[in-house]
């Protein structure tokens, strides 16, 4: 009875206080903007996809790390652990150890979905096998960390309890590890889509606009360094209460940034349909109502996919290809009439200039 007395007497304050403000807001903010990104798709008529279904997960995951977090600090996460009476401290370690596992739940799941968007925007072989290579490595080196993560301490208790007799992995060594994979892994979903984007028949300022929010996710990689540079004295502190409490802090900027950084493009969508003069639609994964792919467009990707499996020699432009801009805003290619055989030409002439580069991109 006293110990629960003493849990409840320390509520959300003290030195963990700011934490819990940063929580709150970047936590309702990730809620906000996937809790959109539904709203977008089912609006569009859209059912949900893949990446859909894994940031939804990934909410799910942060969401829980955010309570977990604040129930160990309402029974004293943050306080010096001498403060704290040791049924309250063993409390305290199980919810720390509860989030560590969470977060990294939250992180691989959101990069998940962000490869599993690229793979559904970008339709050419190679990027496809590039995009398939990197989702490999995140979800097998996610899911072993989450399991060295249970079984970091043998005893199990020992991760809770450090009176317990055992032996624990090397800790720091663990940590900068885990952050190093994921520094790497943000860093190469940042830059892969760039070039592709590059290849687009876009003009230059939608081009531009769509580096722009592919980027987005600079914000992650300054996270996930700035968080880095934490570990060391956080895992070295003999004082896992009070010491751990400046990386956990940045564990939760993380994992939320990553979320929001994932839905935030899909903001405009929304704006398209509330303010359809302000924001004409550019959704990011959506094709406007009332568009089809042209047969030209689908000739001109099929013969470049053959042209890159080595199946012809030569790619030949359809014999008439040329761009038309919708009212939703889109480029797209369109069969023209004779007249344009020009045109066809430069379009033949610029598919010869890029048999070496990466493959051309669909937008899905």
Same mark, same amino acid.
């Given at each position: 009875?006293?110990?629960?007395?003493?849990?409840?007497?320390?509520? !959300?304050?003290?030195?963990? %206080?700011?934490?819990? @403000?940063?929580?709150? #807001?970047?936590?309702?903010? +990730? &809620?906000?903007?996937? /809790?959109?990104?539904?709203?977008?798709?089912?609006?569009?008529?859209?059912?949900?996809?893949?990446?859909?279904?894994?940031?939804?997960?990934?909410?799910?995951?942060?969401?829980?790390?955010?309570?977990?977090?604040?129930?160990?600090?309402?029974?004293?996460?943050?306080?010096?652990?001498?403060?704290?009476?040791?049924?309250?401290?063993?409390?305290?370690?199980?919810?720390?150890?509860?989030?560590?596992?969470?977060?990294?739940?939250?992180?691989?799941?959101?990069?998940?979905?962000?490869?599993?968007?690229?793979?559904? !925007?970008?339709?050419?072989? %190679?990027?496809?096998? @590039?995009?398939?290579? #990197?989702?490999?490595?995140? +979800? &097998?080196?996610?899911? /072993?960390?989450?399991?060295?993560?249970?079984?970091?301490?043998?005893?199990?208790?020992?991760?809770?309890?450090?009176?317990?007799?055992?032996?624990?992995?090397?800790?720091?060594?663990?940590?900068?590890?885990?952050?190093?994979?994921?520094?790497?892994?943000?860093?190469?979903?940042?830059?892969?889509?760039?070039?592709?984007?590059?290849?687009?028949?876009?003009?230059?300022?939608?081009?531009?606009?769509?580096?722009?929010?592919?980027?987005?996710?600079?914000?992650?990689?300054?996270?996930?360094?700035?968080?880095?540079?934490?570990?060391?004295?956080?895992?070295?502190?003999?004082?896992?209460?009070?010491?751990?409490?400046?990386?956990?802090?940045?564990?939760?900027?993380?994992?939320?940034?990553?979320?929001?950084?994932?839905?935030?493009?899909?903001?405009?969508?929304?704006?398209?349909?509330?303010?359809?003069?302000?924001?004409?639609?550019?959704?990011?994964?959506?094709?406007?109502?009332?568009?089809?792919?042209?047969?030209?467009?689908?000739?001109?990707?099929?013969?470049?996919?053959?042209?890159?499996?080595?199946?012809?020699?030569?790619?030949?432009?359809?014999?008439?290809?040329?761009?038309?801009?919708?009212?939703?805003?889109?480029?797209?290619?369109?069969?023209?009439?004779?007249?344009?055989?020009?045109?066809?030409?430069?379009?033949?002439?610029?598919?010869?200039?890029?048999?070496?580069?990466?493959?051309?991109?669909?937008?899905?």
């Amino acid at each position: 009875m006293s110990s629960s007395l003493s849990a409840r007497s320390y509520g !959300l304050g003290g030195r963990a %206080r700011n934490m819990i @403000i940063v929580e709150f #807001v970047m936590t309702t903010t +990730a &809620m906000l903007l996937v /809790a959109n990104r539904i709203f977008s798709r089912r609006c569009m008529g859209k059912a949900w996809a893949a990446d859909d279904f894994a940031i939804v997960a990934s909410m799910v995951f942060c969401i829980a790390m955010n309570v977990v977090n604040m129930v160990g600090v309402n029974y004293g996460y943050g306080r010096p652990s001498k403060s704290l009476s040791s049924d309250d401290l063993i409390t305290v370690m199980k919810l720390f150890f509860a989030l560590q596992i969470l977060y990294k739940f939250t992180i691989n799941l959101t990069k998940i979905s962000i490869l599993l968007l690229y793979r559904r !925007l970008f339709d050419t072989r %190679r990027f496809r096998l @590039i995009c398939h290579l #990197v989702l490999f490595y995140v +979800a &097998m080196y996610g899911l /072993a960390s989450i399991i060295a993560t249970g079984l970091e301490c043998s005893p199990i208790r020992r991760v809770f309890d450090k009176a317990v007799e055992g032996s624990c992995i090397d800790l720091t060594a663990f940590w900068y590890t885990t952050a190093t994979s994921n520094i790497v892994t943000d860093i190469v979903i940042l830059i892969l889509p760039l070039p592709v984007i590059q290849t687009l028949r876009l003009p230059k300022r939608q081009k531009y606009g769509l580096m722009l929010i592919f980027t987005l996710g600079i914000f992650v990689c300054a996270t996930s360094i700035i968080r880095m540079t934490t570990l060391n004295l956080s895992s070295r502190s003999l004082d896992q209460s009070a010491g751990t409490l400046v990386s956990t802090l940045w564990t939760i900027v993380e994992a939320n940034t990553a979320i929001i950084c994932a839905c935030l493009p899909m903001i405009r969508c929304t704006l398209s349909l509330l303010f359809p003069h302000l924001f004409p639609a550019f959704c990011i994964g959506e094709q406007p109502s009332g568009t089809r792919r042209s047969a030209g467009v689908a000739m001109l990707q099929q013969q470049q996919r053959r042209q890159q499996d080595g199946d012809i020699e030569e790619a030949k432009a359809p014999e008439c290809i040329t761009t038309e801009v919708t009212e939703a805003g889109r480029v797209v290619a369109v069969p023209s009439s004779n007249e344009n055989h020009a045109r066809a030409e430069e379009v033949k002439d610029e598919m010869e200039l890029r048999r070496n580069s990466s493959a051309t991109v669909v937008a899905a």
